[in-house]
């Protein structure tokens, strides 16, 4: 199990040459230009509904058809939801000088809840900011998938709930401890 999980946070980790084309998990995707933006940011849905937002490389935010927070990657760190908390998993990699072999192990650390307001502050800042430049209309629609479907509308309802709600968190990742 943690060889996959391993795997997936490695691409995760790597930079993104076209986000939009690896996306196909999110059936609905857009990339979008900001003009105070370096990088396109790309925003989609799963199948059941499950918002991905990718704001350039770094921070990503994927919530549940609820609308509640599951994971986060923000400044090279992973976090899943943890119960009432959030857990923030580092990567530690050691070499075995025999072999040669690189070890990655993950340290969790659950958020105080210090940490967690913090970080739930820091989140929906940067949520806020993201709604009110799709809705000031100062953007360009790089692509989309299905280019006949603009869900900037949906998308501008979600991160409305989203911040109403104080960014909530989902149930716990389900998974080892």
Same mark, same amino acid.
């Given at each position: 199990?943690?060889?996959?999980?391993?795997?997936?946070?490695?691409?995760?980790?790597?930079?993104?040459?076209?986000?939009?084309?690896?996306?196909?998990?999110?059936?609905?995707?857009?990339?979008?230009?900001?003009?105070?933006?370096?990088?396109?940011?790309?925003?989609?849905?799963?199948?059941?509904?499950?918002?991905?937002?990718?704001?350039?490389?770094?921070?990503?935010?994927?919530?549940?058809?609820?609308?509640? %927070?599951? +994971?986060?990657?923000? =400044?090279?760190?992973?976090?899943?939801? #943890?119960g009432t908390t959030l857990a923030q998993l580092t990567r530690v990699r050691t070499t075995n000088p025999?072999?040669?072999?690189?070890?990655?192990?993950?340290?969790?650390?659950?958020?105080?809840?210090?940490?967690?307001?913090?970080?739930?502050?820091?989140?929906?800042?940067?949520?806020?900011n993201l709604k009110e430049q799709i809705q000031s209309g100062s953007y360009t629609v790089l692509r989309?998938?299905?280019?006949?479907?603009?869900? %900037?509308? +949906?998308?501008?309802? =979600?991160?409305?709930?989203?911040?109403? #709600?104080?960014?909530?968190?989902?149930?716990?990742?389900?998974?080892?401890?």
């Amino acid at each position: 199990m943690w060889k996959g999980f391993a795997r997936k946070m490695a691409l995760e980790e790597s930079d993104r040459e076209d986000l939009m084309r690896e996306a196909t998990a999110l059936k609905e995707r857009m990339e979008i230009q900001f003009p105070s933006e370096s990088e396109p940011f790309v925003f989609g849905y799963r199948k059941q509904g499950e918002l991905s937002c990718f704001l350039g490389q770094d921070p990503v935010y994927h919530f549940d058809p609820d609308l509640q %927070l599951k +994971r986060a990657f923000i =400044d090279g760190l992973l976090y899943r939801t #943890q119960g009432t908390t959030l857990a923030q998993l580092t990567r530690v990699r050691t070499t075995n000088p025999e072999t040669d072999r690189i070890r990655t192990e993950l340290q969790r650390h659950d958020l105080t809840t210090e940490e967690l307001e913090t970080f739930r502050q820091t989140v929906l800042q940067r949520l806020i900011n993201l709604k009110e430049q799709i809705q000031s209309g100062s953007y360009t629609v790089l692509r989309r998938v299905p280019e006949d479907v603009n869900f %900037l509308p +949906r998308l501008t309802d =979600d991160l409305g709930k989203v911040i109403d #709600q104080g960014l909530p968190l989902g149930d716990r990742f389900k998974g080892k401890r």
